[in-house]
């Protein structure tokens, strides 16, 4: 019998797939508890229709990635800290702070948790910053860290 998951069911499958079980597990097991529906005509239609609408807006999300990384590719943002003795941050630079520098300075809003540091910034200069913006899609900047003299 062939049956379309309403939620995740281990060992089985994940929630809209259609999976094929035997008669009395969908019956007495599946059914009763809402974990899946027989799969009709119109539920097959409308699971086909929901892959299709997913496949179309993971398409813009990556097209729309693609075009934010390059626009960041390669580029230099500035963010403005204030440093002691000897180019020493007072606390650190963080990916909120290189966001911040990078909406204001590109018009990009990119969410801080994509940015990747490789080492902490903790001093005036130049450092590389990776952004995984969607899987596949990553684009490389620098971060130029200068004194705000403040």
């Given at each position: 019998?062939?049956?379309?998951?309403?939620?995740?069911?281990?060992?089985?499958?994940?929630?809209?797939?259609?999976?094929?079980?035997?008669?009395?597990?969908?019956?007495?097991?599946?059914?009763?508890?809402?974990?899946?529906?027989?799969?009709?005509?119109g539920r097959?239609?409308?699971?086909?229709?929901?892959?299709?609408?997913?496949?179309?807006?993971?398409?813009?999300?990556?097209?729309?990635?693609?075009?934010?990384?390059?626009?960041l590719t390669?580029?230099?943002?500035?963010?403005?800290?204030r440093a002691?003795?000897?180019?020493?941050?007072?606390?650190?630079?963080?990916?909120?702070?290189?966001?911040?520098?990078?909406?204001?300075?590109?018009?990009?809003?990119?969410?801080?948790?994509?940015?990747?540091?490789?080492?902490?910034?903790?001093?005036?200069?130049?450092?590389?910053?990776?952004?995984?913006?969607?899987?596949?899609?990553?684009?490389?900047?620098?971060?130029?860290?200068?004194?705000?003299?403040?």
């Amino acid at each position: 019998m062939k049956v379309v998951l309403l939620k995740d069911v281990p060992n089985l499958g994940r929630r809209g797939e259609v999976v094929n079980v035997a008669e009395g597990y969908a019956r007495n097991y599946l059914l009763p508890r809402r974990l899946a529906e027989p799969a009709s005509e119109g539920r097959m239609q409308e699971i086909a229709h929901n892959i299709d609408l997913k496949a179309k807006k993971e398409e813009r999300a990556a097209a729309q990635a693609r075009a934010v990384a390059a626009r960041l590719t390669g580029r230099a943002v500035k963010v403005a800290v204030r440093a002691g003795e000897g180019g020493k941050l007072f606390g650190s630079v963080q990916t909120k702070d290189i966001a911040a520098a990078v909406a204001s300075q590109l018009g990009l809003k990119v969410d801080r948790k994509k940015f990747e540091i490789k080492e902490p910034v903790r001093a005036l200069g130049r450092y590389t910053v990776l952004a995984r913006l969607h899987p596949g899609v990553q684009a490389e900047f620098t971060v130029e860290v200068v004194n705000s003299g403040a």
